[in-house]
């Protein structure tokens, strides 16, 4: 060979390595990220070329999704659809032909595509028979009953519900207002309406998923959390016992006194008389009394400070502050300054104080199913960990059945059950210049133990500033949710 051809023969060479480098680099270094990238309409049309699998409520008996064929898209051969897609919206999330998933729509969207490698065998076995690809099915645990109730008590009003069985952990109802139907945002032409939904166009954030992501200061909701410290500290044995708590109270390192809600009995309450009127004089003196430290580690055994609770869908991190003073303690011990809690994290405060202190890990997502309906994941209840002994965990109880007996929150009664709960009305606002929100935790025992723990926030409503309170917005919306959950376990 001569020369040129020598080194044209080397040129080509060079080429032919650096194609088949250029091609094993996409093949097997950027496929993920090619294959996932937003502008690669081909992914999109796959998955929307046969139906989606469905989610379901009620033990897998209804379905709360659907597909349908598109008829004006040429790329798109079917688009999902949505039953009472507003009431279920904080569940399933949305699957846009355009603007991708959220929530369970995306977290399982390889089930529910049938692209998962759990449905290997059923694809090809489809290959064979010449059937077409079918994405599996999701089951969740949410009880469409509780779920009308908590979305028809909020009607109008801005705010979120979150219900769990205290017993294994399983998410019973969900729901935000407003919301949105993620039906109307499915198609290829839905700018309109997607424009309409965003934070940009609407104050009110429809699409804000207010029972996970939106975390609000728990006010007085959160003295059961104190009262749960102070019990475990084994400086208060005794639930009847007067508390060395004057009135009035100042704050420590402070000019100023701690005010109550008017003139409830709060001088040297006990720990009963003072969660049934709600003290902020007695609550504030007991954080401060135990310290920040105390405070902290026994919130974080609620699930407070943990950023990673996933349902599957993450639940933004509910926080009790580390760094603060001890005023700045006092305050957060009745649920101001910067605590901060998910109507989820609440939820799970009364959820483990009825599960005789044992907190469970919070989950939605029951079972995953094949097309040919053959489960192939069930989730396993977890513990999270023991919030308070059973010991304190009673105390905590019979305090917050004295509350619900003869207390603030008296609304939330169900003639002929036990219930246990607590009224919050937290400040909002520089100096509380905005309505206070309105907040309500509870649970109901039936014969077996208590299968239904409650927790209702009211951002916003009609009410007048001075109506406001937890014991008058949140407590029925509560008491009607604990209603359909009992009516259900006696079927």
């Known amino acids: 060979m001569n020369k040129p051809v020598r080194r044209i023969a080397i040129f080509c060479g060079l080429l032919v390595f650096a194609l088949l480098l250029r091609d094993n680099w996409l093949q097997y270094v950027q496929a993920e990220e090619l294959q996932d990238h937003k502008n690669n309409r081909r992914v999109l049309i796959a998955r ?15 379905a709360i999704t659907g597909s349908v064929e598109t008829k004006d898209s040429a790329d798109f051969q079917y688009k999902r659809t949505y039953k009472n897609g507003a009431m279920w919206a904080p569940v399933t999330g949305y699957a846009s032909q355009v603007y991708g998933a959220n929530q369970i729509e995306k977290l399982e969207d390889g089930i529910l595509t049938g692209d998962d490698d759990r449905l290997f065998f059923n694809r090809t076995v489809d290959m064979f028979t010449g059937k077409e690809k079918k994405g599996g099915d999701v089951l969740t645990t949410l009880n469409s009953k509780a779920q009308r109730a908590a979305f028809k008590g ?17 998410i019973l109802a969900l729901a935000s207002t407003p919301s ?27 699409m804000l ?16 959390v104190t009262a749960a410290a102070a019990l475990e500290s084994g400086k208060y044995s ?16 402070s000019s100023r006194d701690l005010k109550n809600e008017g003139p409830i009995p709060c001088e040297n309450a006990t720990l009963r008389e003072a969660l049934r009127v709600s003290c902020n004089t007695v609550f504030g003196k007991l954080g401060d009394d135990l310290g920040k430290d105390k405070m902290r580690e026994q919130a974080e055994k609620f699930g407070f400070n943990d950023p990673e609770i996933d349902t599957p869908v993450r639940a933004a991190e509910s926080v009790y502050p580390e760094e603060m003073d001890r005023p700045s303690n006092a305050m957060s011990a009745i649920g101001q300054y910067d605590t901060r809690a998910t109507p989820l994290q609440m939820a799970m405060v009364a959820a483990a104080i ?4 044992k907190l469970m890990q919070p989950y939605m997502v029951d079972k995953l199913r094949a097309p040919n309906l053959n489960v192939i994941e069930q989730h396993s209840p977890k513990e999270m960990g ?22 603030t929150g008296q609304n939330a009664q169900i003639q002929g059950v036990t219930v246990g709960g607590k009224t919050g009305t937290a400040q909002h606002g520089v100096a509380n210049s905005k309505n206070p929100y309105a907040w309500f935790i509870s649970y109901a025992k039936g014969d077996d133990g208590s299968p239904v723990a409650v927790a209702v926030v009211i951002e916003g409503s009609n009410t007048t500033r001075d109506d406001i309170a937890g014991g008058k917005l949140a407590a029925p919306i509560a008491k009607d949710v604990m209603k359909a959950v009992l009516a259900s376990e006696k079927k």
Not at 190 to 204: G, H
Not at 354 to 357: K, L, P
Not at 386 to 407: I, N, R
């Open 238 to 253: 005794g639930i009847d016992e007067k508390t060395d708590s004057p009135l009035p109270w100042r704050l420590p390192l």
């Open 386 to 407: 023991q919030a308070v002994s059973s010991d304190t965990a009673h105390k905590l109880q019979d305090m917050m059945e004295t509350v619900v007996a003869t207390g």
């Open 354 to 357: 009825a599960n005789d202190g």
């Open 180 to 206: 949105y139907d993620p039906s109307t945002i499915a198609g290829h032409d839905d700018e309109k309406a997607w424009t309409s939904l965003t934070s940009k166009k609407n104050t009110d954030t429809p």
């Open 209 to 224: 998923n207010r029972a996970l992501r939106q975390t609000y200061p728990p006010g007085s909701t959160f003295k059961v």
């Open 48 to 62: 929307y070329s046969q139906p989606r699998g469905n989610i379901f409520v009620d033990g897998g008996s209804t």
């Open 154 to 170: 909020l009607g109008d009003k801005k705010g979120a519900v979150a219900a769990i069985d205290p017993r294994t952990g399983k």
